[in-house]
């Protein structure tokens, strides 16, 4: 059975910092890993789809790497401002099936 | 656009009592999701539908059943509600099965049962 884990549960850094989410899972053979934002009482928000075939995907301050032969992958935030403040959830996605597999998140507090 | 809509948005039950969480997506998607989010416990599935007229369990489907009533609408039925389905719930949509898309979710609807 296919677990996805996200440490720290929490993380907060001062406003302007570069940071790093985490995300890792048990087993490798996915089809695709997708990274949502959420915010408090909202819905979760698709921010980057990493394909397995691909190594890394980027989109304007945002960029996530997949290695799926150490079942990693990371979600770097540049320039990070207060409107990041949100938590982050990864999810891995099996082949065969549509059935994603949630991480428990990162709550991400930026201080102004 | 609207998206994912959920209806309702809050509701507050007895334990027996049934309801129907509706969900509706005017993207012309093919696949729907239903989701229930426990704290500490993350995101986990409870039914999806591949196509209209298809449906197929998730992670914990006990106590739910479903309806693809169209390829616009899928909705979620309790039919004897209990304390442990206090939850928030969450319905979402992708294009298809196939191609890598992201799935795109509605604003949930909070469930407590007393």
């Known amino acids: 059975k296919q677990e996805v884990t996200q440490i720290p549960a929490a993380l907060s850094v001062p406003e302007g910092e570069n940071l790093v989410l985490n995300c890792s899972f048990t087993?490798?053979?996915?089809?695709?890993l997708q990274w949502f934002r959420q915010d408090p009482g909202k819905g979760l928000t698709s921010l980057l789809l990493i394909q397995s075939s691909q190594r890394e995907q980027t989109s304007g301050r945002l960029n996530a790497s997949l290695d799926k032969s150490s079942g990693r992958s990371t979600l770097y935030i540049a320039a990070s401002q207060p409107g990041d403040s949100a938590t982050y959830l990864c999810a891995v996605r099996p082949f065969g099936n549509e059935k994603l597999t949630f991480g428990t998140g990162t709550r991400l507090t930026i201080i102004p | 656009n609207a998206g994912v809509t959920q209806t309702p948005k809050f509701q507050v039950l007895k334990t027996g009592q049934s309801m129907t969480l509706q969900c509706a997506q005017d993207m012309n998607h093919n696949s729907m999701y239903w989701y229930r989010q426990d704290p500490g416990m993350g995101l986990r599935l409870i039914y999806y539908?591949?196509?209209?007229?298809?449906?197929d369990k998730g992670e914990v489907p006990n106590g739910y059943n479903v309806s693809r009533l169209n390829k616009r609408e899928f909705s979620l039925r309790l039919e004897s509600a209990a304390p442990s389905q206090t939850s928030v719930y969450f319905c979402?949509?992708?294009?298809?099965?196939?191609?890598?898309?992201?799935?795109?979710f509605g604003d949930g609807t909070r469930l407590s049962i007393l």
């Open positions: 979402a949509s992708s294009g298809d099965g196939v191609s890598n898309q992201p799935q795109h």
């Open positions: 539908s591949a196509s209209e007229g298809t449906t």
């Open positions: 087993d490798s053979a996915i089809y695709n």
